[in-house]
């Protein structure tokens, strides 16, 4: 295969933080090479490079090739270099044809032609969408979608995918696999960002991974194993990942829920968790895992049921009641449910019970504030330049700890995880992975939503399994394998997985 991107010796600093230290990448047509690293290793700034938004100090950038000096983005394009970012570039109040062919829009438009044109590259890509139908009306997946015929409009022959499934749910990040299998046979090279392991393995044909701004190795995917790549991210094989179990004896139920239902999405859900356990919810996206965790939460409104805690009956009518109760919640989305963006630190971090920090006239006690926040900020090791910053100055792994920093503050017996690990790195997810044992260790009871497989088979006791709206049934330690967790995912009841499982 010809080799379309050859990057060199590659070196980029900012102020004195050298980011990339003479990085070598290849990229040949016709293939999947997968980027992987920690967060901060240095994958999108070379991205950047290579998409022309940075000027390199030194090394080449060749182009099938030619070398090239990308005077910017648009530049890089037009030589055939496309980003497709996690966060959508388009013209959201335009049309799904505006934004496609924005760049060579005419000042006589025949919207006929432009709308057939447009409708003719989605289709290439197996789907139908509107060519009239404006951006901002469109789902995430089809808006992803979007951006892959604008960059075929210019005749791209290099895409780079910068966690393109991160907020995708199950069936349309197979799509979009589906699509860059397409692009790949059609000759497309393919550069692949994510922090999904098990994506990447079943779509590279190579994997570069890099560590604080260098390049580690380049491998074949067929020559190499999860667990190798892991090693080479972060010096710890898969089993480390999760950490050593600590002593963690099961006490008596913390939570137990009967038929609790919302009258809509949830229906007769009922489950239980003890003291130290720590019990995973499994489903495809959709299934009502997270709408059943924000009606123990009190979130949204529980039309019938009951929810018991250490044994007697709680009403939970909204958040402060749950959190009163003992109840937290780490949610799905933390920069919009989890966190006060522009709040510091050490405000996000204690919010969840102000009580013992507040005098008697309600104001907030800053030398006892403080002297918490900086136990929460060391216990959870949060890198952080001042804990006065806002919280949106931290990495994403760094503001997910905040989040749980809430929780350990608020010391309540019930903590549930919705995705715990998303958007952050193989390094902060065995951090995270630490210090939910750890509070399972101290006697709480912990529930875990998560659509990494290979997260809940490695954190949890056992898993329940949900699908449109209902628990369809359970996997103990011994039983855990994706087929037997996908059946229950995929059938209505646990007789009929049964079924299914004894017929196999």
């Given amino acids: 295969m010809e080799t379309v991107v050859e990057l060199t010796g590659i070196r980029k600093s900012f102020g004195g933080v050298r980011a ?24 999108s700034t070379l991205m950047r490079v290579l998409g022309g938004e940075y000027v390199p100090e030194s090394g080449s950038v060749k182009v099938r090739g030619a070398e090239q000096r990308f005077k910017g983005p648009m530049d890089a394009l037009d030589k055939g ?13 335009l049309t799904v044809a505006e934004n496609i062919f924005l760049a060579e829009i005419p000042s006589v438009i025949s919207w006929r032609d432009l709308n057939r044109r447009a409708a003719e590259l989605i289709s290439s890509l197996g789907f139908s969408i509107s060519p009239s139908a404006t951006a901002s009306d469109l789902s995430v ?13 210019k005749n791209a022959s290099v895409m780079v995918f910068d966690e393109p499934t991160a907020v995708l749910s199950v069936q349309d990040a197979e799509r979009l696999l589906g699509i860059i299998r397409t692009l790949r046979e059609r000759g497309v090279g393919i550069i692949y960002i994510s922090h999904r ?72 859900a ?49 958040p402060r009641a749950a959190v009163k109760a003992g109840i937290g919640l780490v949610p799905e989305s933390r920069k919009e ?5 522009d709040f510091p630190i050490r405000v996000n971090a204690t919010m969840s019970k102000l009580g013992p920090l507040v005098n008697a006239f309600g104001f907030v006690r ?29 990495s994403g792994g760094n503001q997910q700890k905040v989040v749980l920093a809430k929780w350990f503050h608020a010391d309540g017996d019930l903590l549930i995880f919705d995705e715990p690990t998303r958007g952050v790195d193989v390094g902060a997810k065995t951090e995270i992975y630490s210090l939910i044992k750890s509070l399972a260790a ?58 299914i499982a004894t017929s196999n």
């Fill in 197 to 268: 392991l098990d994506e990447v393995f079943r779509i590279a044909d190579r994997i570069t991974v890099m560590k604080d701004g260098a390049s580690v190795q380049t491998v074949e995917r067929k020559d190499v194993a999860i667990d190798d790549v892991i090693r080479m991210m972060v010096g710890r094989s898969l089993k480390a990942l999760f950490g050593d179990d600590l002593e963690r004896p099961i006490g008596e139920e913390v939570l137990r829920i009967e038929d609790l239902s919302d009258g809509a999405r949830i229906r007769g």
């Fill in 337 to 341: 449910q989890g966190l006060v963006l």
């Fill in 20 to 43: 990339l230290q003479g990085v070598d990448f290849t990229l040949r047509s016709g293939e999947v090479h997968a980027l992987l690293g920690e967060n901060g290793a240095g994958k």
């Fill in 141 to 153: 997946a089809h808006q992803q979608v979007v951006e892959i015929a604008k960059a075929l409009s």
């Fill in 81 to 93: 270099i496309a980003i497709i970012h996690q966060e959508m570039a388009l013209a959201t109040d």
């Fill in 442 to 499: 101290e006697g709480r009871a912990v529930l875990v939503i998560s659509s990494e497989h290979i997260e809940l088979f490695g954190l949890c006791d056992r898993i329940l399994v949900m699908r449109e709206g209902e628990l369809t049934g359970s996997l103990d330690p011994q039983d855990y394998t994706e087929e037997k967790l996908l059946k229950l995912a995929m059938v209505n009841t646990v007789s009929q997985a049964e079924a």
């Fill in 366 to 394: 800053r030398a006892a504030e403080g002297a918490t926040v900086e136990k929460l900020a060391a216990r959870l090791r949060i890198k952080a330049g001042s804990l006065n910053d806002p919280a949106s100055s931290l």
């Fill in 270 to 318: 009922s489950l239980s968790v003890k003291a130290g356990e720590i019990v995973g919810l499994g489903g495809l996206v959709g299934a009502g895992r997270t709408e059943l965790v924000r009606l123990i939460f009190g979130a949204e409104k529980a039309r019938s049921g009951k929810i018991f805690l250490h044994g007697k009956e709680v009403r939970v009518n909204n």
